[in-house]
């Protein structure tokens, strides 16, 4: 199935810099998000507790905060899903500790105000809510890394680059918008963004495979051209796959409920803008990183002439000639 006619070229570099203005509208948009909003940290990463409180009838939030703060500081109540549910969260300090039979003191505080049942109790500590910080920076960093080495051993070093500048570009903006919705960033954020990574690049690698096959088997030396001549040779295969991911990313976040909420925001930003960047950004960056076709030309010439040199001492070793 083809949506854009493999015959047919689109001049997509020569609007380049209309779309690197659009992504640094959104970066420099993001980072100040970022930096003066900043994040609505979950307990995951700031440690704390979560009840979660199913009432029969409307959820009174108003009563709840005024009978949770004459005992707890800092409590924060806000409906879950419904007008019916919701999510108490205690931070780590208080006023009096925050133990494990939490559910049953919520149960007994919020007694006078009607029949509900306590659905769910998490509790973070502090200390483990660092540790999960950590490491979450760790994993998207030694991604990043690992990514960079791949692409630069599959490819070459300015492909890796290109390609690691559009995963932040990526990443950037997904927590700009994460940041804008005050979505909750816990460990399913995470997780998101680990999978914006592996989606994001999976779509960049198509495309700078194809702009490796085109300069092996084309005698063009432009590198514009060449591009151009391979993002539109891949265009119907990433719209059609982003689109299929879409689709269901989408679903999971209007029929999926609140609980995953914030793992399929993240993840529906991720995928628009790692589309967005595979065809408009990924490639740019490998004119403006200096990348030369006739270099690259003469690496893989120098390439095969040593595998066939080795290649025919093998055979002679073989043969018993040496």
Do not use: C
């Not at 149960?107 to 659905?119: D, H």
């Not at 994460?178 to 460990?187: A, H, K, P």
């Not at 088997?217 to 060449?226: F, G, P, V, W």
């Not at 690259?296 to 055979?315: D, G, I, S, T, V």
Request: proline letters at 2%; charged letters at 25%; hydrophobic letters at 45%.
């Amino acid at each position: 199935m083809e949506i854009f006619s493999q015959n047919k070229t689109y001049d997509f570099m020569s609007k380049r810099n209309i779309f690197v203005s659009i992504s640094l509208f959104f970066i420099i948009s993001s980072l100040v998000l970022i930096f003066t909003k900043g994040f609505n940290w979950g307990i995951d990463f700031k440690g704390g507790t979560v009840v979660q409180v199913r009432f029969e009838k409307t959820a009174p939030i108003s009563d709840i905060r005024k009978i949770l703060s004459k005992k707890y500081d800092g409590v924060v109540v806000t409906n879950f899903g419904s007008d019916k549910e919701v999510v108490i969260k205690f931070p780590v300090k208080t006023k009096n500790s925050v133990t494990k039979d939490m559910g049953d003191t919520i149960a007994e505080l919020l007694k006078p105000l009607g029949k509900f049942e306590i659905r769910r109790v998490d509790i973070v500590g502090a200390k483990v809510g660092g540790e999960l910080t950590e490491k979450g920076l760790k994993a998207l960093a030694f991604a990043i890394v690992g990514i960079l080495i791949y692409v630069a051993f599959r490819f070459e070093w300015s492909f890796a680059v290109a390609s690691v500048l559009a995963l932040v570009h990526d990443i950037t903006i997904s927590l700009g918008f994460v940041s804008l919705f005050n979505i909750d960033v816990n460990l399913d954020v995470l997780a998101a963004l680990l999978t914006i990574l592996g989606y994001s690049l999976n779509d960049t690698i198509v495309v700078f495979d194809r702009i490796r096959e085109e300069i092996v088997t084309s005698k063009e030396r432009d590198l514009a051209t060449l591009i151009n001549n391979s993002v539109s040779k891949t265009l119907s295969r990433t719209t059609l796959t982003s689109l299929t991911t879409f689709f269901v990313v989408l679903t999971l976040y209007l029929f999926g409920g609140s609980i995953i909420e914030p793992f399929s925001f993240t993840l529906l930003v991720g995928v628009i803008v790692g589309t967005y960047s595979s065809i408009f950004i990924a490639s740019p960056l490998l004119i403006w990183l200096g990348f030369k076709v006739d270099d690259f030309r003469k690496n893989l010439a120098e390439k095969e002439k040593r595998r066939r040199e080795k290649e025919k001492l093998r055979q002679q070793f073989e043969q018993g000639v040496m």
